[in-house]
């Protein structure tokens, strides 16, 4: 029996979401019906609109017109994409500089990058050149929209009928924009491109713009763009003056001007022009009569193949401008810059370069030479980077890097001497093992202890390797870098004796400091830039950095103290000069690679190197040899007629009237080298040639039993 006493259990109710779930699926169910009754009544409704017959054939071809416009609609805006991206800032500025070099004479001494001549305005342009340009270029020019489909036809037509390219399709627009924001590539990509910057050009520039345009920025050969730049390069003459036979001719390289540039393939320039001549008859945009006289009277251009220029050093100058453009925010792209050559100096330079390239070339095995020469305020007067630029155009001197050899001893040296040490200051010179190098002097031979300045004027390796050490890796690397040295350096144990490295510019930049006594040189090879109306918009004396102290006073005096015995008593005596002290440092790298001489005086600084462009060997040249004989030749003649300045912090800088030179120590590069004929030389030369004179004459035949005694038979004719 149930217990009664237990309450009863309530009963459960029934849940929400019960009827959550019913609300859901009567409205779906009601919605479905009531769409369906929608739908019912506007089919019955467009029932009364069917087209039959031809009205539905026209009805089909509509809406498929419509669906396929759509499409294409669709496709145009997916490939007009990289056009509106290319044209979302507007017109392209001019990326490319043109830059007009002055001497610092200010005498015009060549150009780089693209020749631009200031604008001219199109209603000051020849109407016949205009003329001549739209008749072989553009004839519809002002009655297309930027493609013209009649021209396209045509052109198909012809190249057809001539069964090859004859005509081209392209409108002056399109060449435009091609121009302004294309490649020459020949790609579908490109026209498609094309096709949609045109119609921007014709959308957001008049036809006299786009002409303006075309005619200033297109490229006309030898370098240059734009018809006012051609005009002036190939004859000489402003844009305005041209006759109608140099207009023709002009009008003429649109279309290649590699092939029909006037300075190189004279008879196809003319036979161009004479097409030209023909389309503007063609075009009724002139008559047979009046291209007459051009015909008979054709354009001669002038001769450019007996320019000379210094090309390396325009070169370098113009990535020296194109750098203080970009760092000064110089926006203009048409430039003219003054720079700090003296051709006389630059014509010295390549003279000595190439003398002693003819001389002892072959002797050394020696192919190839560089040198700079800078003054000593770190102005760049010559710049020879090779032996000839129109075999390479390879700058040795700038861009080559080459192992420095002893030469590059003297940031050792310099560091030292910052760091407090003396000259006079003493230095092991004994087998020394870093890891598994083991250095060695060039004699194969040690010294004991020896003092800094003799260590530096033999150039001994060992006692290099240890005052690196003790000075420190990292110091020397800085104050490499401190000194001009531009050239990433390893840093290593090696670069005590010149493994890292430098280009001819970094050594003869690093040696201005001496001789600006202590003081950095800020190199230059530019004194001004001015814009094309002539304004200054930068100067070397203004916006160059100041000055800063590199070497103390007193370790100046002790480099060049020790710097000028290395030419006096050293490896490098070839290099003395009669009217001054010299002070610099030889350098032979590993099998006799390279050969270098870096020296200076008050005045001047040169940096000169030897070697091959293969990097063979050479037949055992030393930096105190070839290198020491060119800059010695070389600075001879540059010092002449010149105020003399003496070498910082040297007592009695200039040689007396006797010429002594100090006795020499030895060498660590070879076997000392003869002296220069100084004064004292040339006394005992002329002694010697005068007790010669004085001599009696010797018996004849005493002279054959002599040769007979030594050859043991008649002496030998020789022809």
Not at 627 to 640: I, L, S, V
């Amino acid at each position: 029996m149930q217990d009664e006493s237990k309450p009863l259990r309530k009963r459960r109710q029934p849940s929400r979401l019960i009827e959550v779930d019913a609300w859901i699926d009567s409205s779906i169910w009601r919605a479905f019906h009531s769409f369906s009754a929608w739908w019912e009544s506007v089919t019955i409704f467009s029932r009364r609109f069917r087209a039959r017959g031809f009205n539905r054939v026209l009805v089909e071809l509509s809406c498929e017109g419509l669906t396929l416009g759509l499409a294409g609609f669709v496709l145009l805006l997916a490939l007009a994409q990289p056009a509106i991206e290319v044209t979302r800032d507007g017109l392209p500025q001019e990326s490319e500089y043109s830059v007009s070099f002055l001497d610092r004479h200010g005498e015009e001494i060549g150009r780089r990058g693209i020749l631009r001549a200031a604008a001219v305005p199109i209603d000051e342009l020849p109407d016949h050149f205009i003329k001549a340009v739209l008749a072989t270029e553009d004839r519809r020019f002002f009655d297309h929209f930027g493609i013209d489909f009649f021209g396209l036809v045509r052109a198909m037509t012809e190249n057809a009928r001539a069964g090859g390219v004859v005509q081209g399709g392209s409108t002056l627009t399109q060449q435009l924009a091609k121009n302004l924001f294309l490649s020459n590539e020949r790609t579908l990509d490109r026209k498609i491109k094309e096709a949609f910057l045109s119609l921007w050009l014709e959308s957001h520039l008049t036809k006299r713009e786009i002409l303006a345009m075309y005619l200033d920025r297109a490229y006309m050969g030898g370098g240059s763009f734009g018809a006012p730049a051609a005009a002036e390069f190939y004859f000489g003459k402003n844009i305005r003056d041209v006759s109608l036979s140099e207009a023709a001719m002009l009008a003429g390289l649109f279309k290649a001007p590699a092939k029909y540039a006037p300075h190189i393939n004279l008879p196809a320039a003319r036979a161009r022009a004479n097409e030209v001549l023909t389309n503007m008859v063609q075009a009724n945009f002139a008559t047979e009569g009046q291209v007459i006289a051009a015909r008979r009277n054709p354009a001669v251009a002038v001769d450019r193949s007996v320019t000379q220029s210094p090309d390396y050093f325009l070169d370098f100058a113009f990535e020296d401008v194109q750098r203080i453009a970009r760092e000064a925010g110089i926006k203009t792209r048409n430039l003219t810059a003054r720079t700090t050559i003296d051709l006389e100096l630059q014509k010295l330079a390549d003279e000595s370069i190439e003398y002693h390239l003819r001389q002892f070339g072959k002797t050394y095995n020696v192919g190839e030479g560089a040198m700079v020469v800078l003054s000593s305020d770190g102005s760049v007067r010559a710049i020879v980077g090779g032996r000839d630029y129109g075999v390479s155009q390879f700058n040795r001197a700038t861009n080559a890097l080459r192992q420095p050899g002893s030469s590059f001893k003297v940031y050792v040296y310099a560091t030292a001497m910052q760091q407090g040490m003396k000259p006079s200051d003493t230095i092991l010179d004994s087998p020394i093992t870093i890891g598994r190098w083991s250095p060695q002097n060039y004699g194969r031979s040690f010294s004991g202890r020896v003092t800094l300045s003799n260590a530096l004027r033999r150039s001994l390796n060992v006692p290099a390797v240890r005052l690196y050490q003790k000075v420190g890796f990292e110091n020397t690397v800085e104050m490499a870098k401190a000194m001009g040295v531009e050239s990433p350096l390893r840093g290593d144990k090696t670069m005590a004796l010149g493994t890292s490295e430098v280009t001819v510019l970094d050594q003869a930049t690093a040696y201005t400091v001496f001789a600006n006594g202590g003081l950095s040189s800020n190199r230059h090879a530019t004194q001004q830039l001015l814009d094309a109306q002539g304004n200054v918009v930068w100067d070397a004396r203004r916006d160059m950095p100041p000055q800063k102290r590199v070497l103390s006073e007193e370790a100046t005096k002790s480099m060049n103290e020790m710097l000028v015995s290395v030419t006096e008593a050293g490896t490098a005596r070839r290099a003395q000069l009669p009217m001054t002290k010299v002070g610099g440092k030889t350098g032979t790298t590993q099998s006799y690679r390279d050969g270098w001489f870096v020296g200076f005086t008050g005045n001047y600084v040169g940096a000169v190197w030897f070697g091959n462009d293969s990097f063979g060997p050479t037949n055992k040249l030393t930096g105190g040899s070839l290198p020491a004989m060119t800059w010695q030749r070389f600075m001879e003649a540059a010092h002449k007629n010149i105020d003399l300045k003496p070498i910082p912090y040297i007592d009695n800088p200039f040689p007396d009237s006797s010429g002594n030179v100090a006795a020499s120590e030895g060498n660590g590069e070879g076997p000392p080298a003869p002296e220069s004929l100084n004064r004292r030389t040339q006394e005992v030369l002329s002694d010697i040639a005068k007790r010669l004179e004085d001599l009696s004459p010797l018996d004849p035949s005493q002279v054959a039993s002599a040769d007979t005694s030594l050859t043991g038979g008649p002496p030998s004719r020789s022809r």
